[in-house]
């Protein structure tokens, strides 16, 4: 059974700090790209940033210079790391399996980890 757990959400003031993980098991992590998502309240799903099987990444404009994905393939995690917090950015992250290597989102997600950003 694919399982994907997302953690590390919070509030956080803006210009803030946050890492996010996504803990995966029940398929070949390695093999597959993966993705983060988001919605912000009131909002539809925003493609965040992917990264291949083969560690090659990119990144949505609203957040390109300021959030970081990575992934630990020896631990089946992956990770973003969120710099530069802005009040916008406050969303529901999720974790999404990719198809294939690269970025195109499976129907596998994780339940979701909350984000405000706030004073």
């Known amino acids: 059974e694919v399982q994907l757990v997302e953690s590390g959400g919070d509030l956080v003031q803006p210009g803030g700090s946050l890492r996010l993980s996504c803990a995966v098991s029940?398929?070949?992590?390695?093999?597959?790209?993966m993705i983060w998502v988001r919605q912000a309240p009131g909002k539809g799903f925003e493609w965040v940033s992917g990264?291949?099987?083969?560690?090659?990444?990119k990144y949505a404009n609203s957040v390109k210079g300021r959030f970081t994905i990575s992934r630990d393939n020896a631990k089946d995690t992956l990770y973003l790391e969120m710099n530069s917090l802005k009040p916008e950015d406050t969303a529901v992250y999720y974790c999404?399996?990719?198809?294939?290597?690269?970025?195109?989102?499976?129907?596998?997600w994780g339940q979701g980890t909350q984000v405000t950003v706030s004073s």
């Open positions: 999404v399996k990719g198809l294939t290597t690269h970025y195109g989102p499976d129907d596998y």
């Open positions: 990264v291949t099987s083969g560690g090659t990444t």
């Open positions: 029940g398929f070949a992590f390695s093999s597959y790209g």
